[in-house]
């Protein structure tokens, strides 16, 4: 991954009394216009909006949301490969310590659910924002969502230490592969092999508990015995 600043500038004045927001992180939106930063006092936690391409980017801060907290607080923003832009939140107790891990009967809306920025790349309201609507399936969440890089990065003309350039370049690698098809009306199930001249390998089989009904070794001139093999589900 690679990046650059061509103009630093400050987004926001420091304050010269508080009490000072702790801005806990940020995202961009998929075009690159609009940052989204999230900030937490002791008091309340809140979300904002940056238009970056504006000449003055602090006068288009915009208060998205705010709640009060604990014993809940703002937590890490992180745009998703649909581009939409997920914001999680912790559960804390009253006194604001640090509650890692949760326990058994800690489950609220806050810490079951991310919030969501469904259209980043529109201004204001219109970005719709939408807090607590992706529930994670019983699982909970704290401050943090995962730092995975932007594997979409196009390469970059002219750079010395793109890796991108020449990628695809690389020999392309057959790969084998094994096929089931199901026979409704036999009940059988037929795994037919392929892309294997040339290689070894072992068959195994197992039923739906895990438990292994069938195995093999065969050369490449074997395999064809296992492309006629015949696996009933119910022996």
Not at 78 to 97: E, H, L, T
Not at 107 to 134: H, K, R
Not at 142 to 167: E, F, H, M, Q, R
Request: charged share 15%; proline share 8%; net charge negative.
């Amino acid at each position: 991954m690679y990046g650059f600043i061509i103009i630093p500038q400050n987004i926001e004045p420091p304050l010269s009394i508080g009490p000072y927001p702790y801005y806990w992180s940020s995202e961009f939106s998929a075009s690159g216009r609009y940052l989204y930063v999230s900030s937490t006092t002791q008091t309340v936690s809140r979300l904002w909006q940056y238009d970056t391409w504006s000449a003055n980017i602090f006068a288009t801060k915009t208060l998205l949301w705010q709640t009060p907290g604990p014993p809940f607080t703002a937590g890490a923003l992180k745009r998703g490969p649909d581009d939409k832009i997920y914001f999680s939140c912790a559960w804390v107790p009253p006194n604001g310590s640090n509650n890692y891990p949760y326990d058994s009967t800690e489950y609220f809306t806050e810490n079951m659910n991310l919030s969501v920025i469904n259209s980043p790349d529109s201004a204001g309201s219109a970005c719709d924002f939408q807090p607590w609507s992706f529930y994670l399936g019983g699982k909970r969440t704290y401050w943090g969502l995962p730092n995975n890089p932007d594997y979409d990065l196009p390469a970059l003309a002219g750079s010395p230490c793109d890796t991108l350039v020449g990628i695809g370049e690389a020999p392309q690698i057959q790969q084998a592969a094994l096929n089931v098809f199901y026979h409704t009306t036999w009940e059988k199930a037929f795994i037919n092999a392929s892309n294997l001249k040339g290689k070894t390998g072992k068959l195994l089989v197992y039923d739906m508990q895990g438990k292994v009904v069938h195995s093999g070794t065969a050369s490449d001139t074997e395999w064809v015995l296992y492309e006629r093999f015949v696996y009933d589900r119910e022996g």
